[in-house]
Nanobody
Framework: QVQLVESGGGLVQAGHSLRLACAAS????????MGWFRQAPGKEREFVAA????????YYGDFLKGRFSISRDNAKNTVYLQMNSLKPEDTAVYSC?????????????????WGQGTQVTVSS
């Protein structure tokens, strides 16, 4: 099993930044990809970003346009999501997830483990 714990969410004004963290524990060697998804009330879950543990190669959702950045610290088994120039429409519950393959990283159903999620609220 793999346990994922997110942190760093909160309330922030539009235009400001937040950094989310996702700490992984347990059988982390079985995971190849770490991803971030978000879900706003009444909306579908949306792919935000993902990263490969092995070489840091990253993937991003099309809507981001360079505002967010994903990174990882292998020594700490932690993945970060740096969110800049936040907008009210970024308000959502952000969840990190882990999967044991390199395929379909933007599809939430392919992930094996999930964190509990952290709320991000952006005020206008």
């Amino acid at each position: 099993q793999v346990q994922l714990v997110e942190s760093g969410g909160g309330l922030v004004q539009a235009g400001h930044s937040l950094r989310l963290a996702c700490a992984a524990s347990g059988r982390t060697f079985s995971t190849y990809i770490m991803g971030w998804f978000r879900q706003a009330p009444g909306k579908e879950r949306e792919f935000v970003a993902a990263i490969r543990w092995s070489d840091g190669y990253s993937y991003y959702g099309d809507f981001l346009k360079g505002r967010f950045s994903i990174s990882r610290d292998n020594a700490k088994n932690t993945v970060y999501l740096q969110m800049n120039s936040l907008k009210p429409e970024d308000t959502a519950v952000y969840s990190c997830a882990a999967k044991g393959s390199y395929y379909r990283v933007g599809v939430y159903s392919g992930y094996d483990y999930w964190g509990q999620g952290t709320q991000v609220t952006v005020s206008s």
